[in-house]
């Protein structure tokens, strides 16, 4: 083995190699860095977009339900007026215009909200327990069991949500 010692040439060209070899890293570190700030620049404008479409939809949201209260609350308005024209038939004492006057409020309550999707839950039949509730079980003469016998208070939709179970008895 013998230990030679390089020569001045074969030293200058392995620094220039290498002072080479160190600017082609840093111009890789260089465009990297301008790559990485751009990429940083892009996912900023992202989050900022993201986050106005997030307030926008919040306001659009509160807007389209002040709108539709706003529109079921404009045709709920003559049937309060019907009902103040009830009131004051009661006042009167004329019990026939009153029955008339409650009569024609249900009829035109019930016909906005069924306007307006809210449906009665059938309680013909057996016990639905997806659409009834059953709050008594009492012997039903001629009835099978699990039939509903009464309905105490009726039960209502809103296209296929359940908005309040109709309560009943069953036979047992």
Known sequence: MTDRVP????????????????????CRVTDAEAQRDEYLKDLQRLAADFDNY??????EQVEWT????????NE???????????????????????EEGVRLVHRS???LVERHGLSEIETEGAFDPHV??????????????????QVLQKGYRL??????????IVAE
Do not use: C, F, W, Y
Not at 82 to 97: G, M, N, P, T
């Open 7 to 26: 020569t001045k040439s074969e030293l200058a060209d392995a620094v220039s190699e290498l002072e080479a070899s160190i600017d082609a890293l840093e």
């Open 54 to 59: 997030r307030k926008r939809v919040a306001r």
């Open 66 to 73: 002040s709108r539709a209260n706003e529109r079921l609350l």
């Open 76 to 98: 709920l308005l003559p049937v309060l007026d019907d009902l103040e024209r009830a009131l004051e038939a009661a006042a009167e004492h004329e019990e026939a215009k009153l």
């Open 109 to 111: 309550l019930l016909g």
């Open 132 to 149: 009834h509730e059953a709050l008594l079980a009492q012997p039903g003469e001629g009835a099978d069991e699990g039939a509903v016998l």
């Open 159 to 168: 296209g296929d949500k359940v908005l309040r179970p109709a309560r009943v």
